[in-house]
């Protein structure tokens, strides 16, 4: 798989889980680059690095020789790439970024837009190596895309251009991209979290890209908490009935934690929330696991996400078979 594009609603992590993978591939020895299209630089957030600009950076060195290098595609930037490339403006692109031409032409048509954006990722993705034996510049492109609600327009770069190009380079581009993203090279993974609106939105997200022809590799359940009390014991810890206070009071007695009537039920509401969370999180997995692809779990991280965190989720999706 050359090209992982990494979706979710907004607030699942998804930049988060993008970061992780590529962190996963750069750890089997990989050239790798992380990329990102909305402008916000959650890249450099979670990754903890200097704002990322419109050329690829290296970022990451990894022992097994891999390497991560980051990108933050900005639509006018690409724009005025695209007419050198094509119509050799050279200066002239510049005045037409002056009187704001790149901006009315990024804004008037979105899609586009999107194809400027994608295009550069696309780029990167059939970029070869000079000399006599030539090889991919990056082994695999991690694209941190826009959230599901928009996942769909995103992609369906072809559908969107031919209603403004017909023919063209900008046509030709958006038909190159479609075949790449629409080939065994890419594989779209969505990120959710295990509560009722992002696993349907998901689910929406699965087969509205199944429409577009466009392959789904997984979906990935993040900020999984871990289940801490039996389902025999759940109905107690739920219970604020006086016996089960006494229960509770007594047995932080035994470890010497004098608990009074107020830590006591701290204790047991915090109990019930955790059950419930925990019913909720067993509802949502079932409707996931009917889904028709592989799902993959990364685990709560209370703290937020630190560097080693990134690695430990990297390592929990490379067992998984996530990447």
Do not use: C, W
Not at 194 to 212: H, R
Request: glycine share 10%; net charge neutral.
């Amino acid at each position: 798989m050359r090209l992982h594009v990494v979706t979710g609603k907004g607030g699942t992590g998804k930049t988060t889980v993008a970061a992780a993978m590529a962190l996963a591939l750069t750890a089997r020895g990989q050239r790798v680059l992380l990329a990102e299209v909305e402008g916000r630089q959650g890249i450099s957030q979670v990754l903890d690095v200097a704002p990322l600009g419109s050329s690829e950076r290296h970022l990451v060195s990894d022992p097994s020789g891999g390497e991560l290098f980051g990108l933050s595609v900005d639509a006018k930037s690409a724009l005025l790439e695209y007419l050198q490339k094509f119509y050799k403006l050279g200066r002239a692109g510049s005045v037409l970024e002056k009187v704001g031409a790149v901006d009315f032409a990024t804004t008037i048509a979105p899609g586009v837009r999107d194809v400027l954006l994608i295009g550069k990722v696309y780029e990167a993705v059939g970029r070869q190596t000079k000399g006599a034996r030539k090889r991919p510049v990056y082994d695999a492109v991690v694209l941190d895309a826009p959230p599901t609600g928009r996942i769909g327009r995103f992609l369906a770069v072809n559908q969107e251009v031919s209603e403004v190009a017909r023919m063209g380079p900008i046509h030709n581009q958006a038909e190159s991209i479609t075949r790449v993203l629409q080939s065994p090279a890419t594989s779209v993974h969505v990120v959710t979290l295990l509560e009722e609106m992002p696993v349907q939105e998901t689910s929406d997200a699965i087969a509205e890209l199944g429409g577009l022809s466009l392959r789904v590799g997984s979906v990935i359940a993040n900020g999984v908490r871990q289940r801490l009390v039996a389902d025999e014991h759940a109905a107690t810890v739920a219970d604020q009935s006086p016996e089960v206070r006494d229960v509770v009071s007594e047995a932080l007695g035994v470890v010497d934690i004098k608990a009074g009537p107020a830590m006591v039920s701290g204790l047991l509401r915090e109990g019930a929330d955790h059950v419930m969370r925990a019913r909720l999180q067993l509802e949502q997995q079932q409707v996931l696991a009917r889904l028709p692809v592989p799902v993959r779990t990364l685990p709560h991280l209370a703290d937020g996400v630190e560097s080693g965190d990134l690695r430990v989720l990297a390592g929990t999706l490379a067992e998984q078979g996530g990447v």
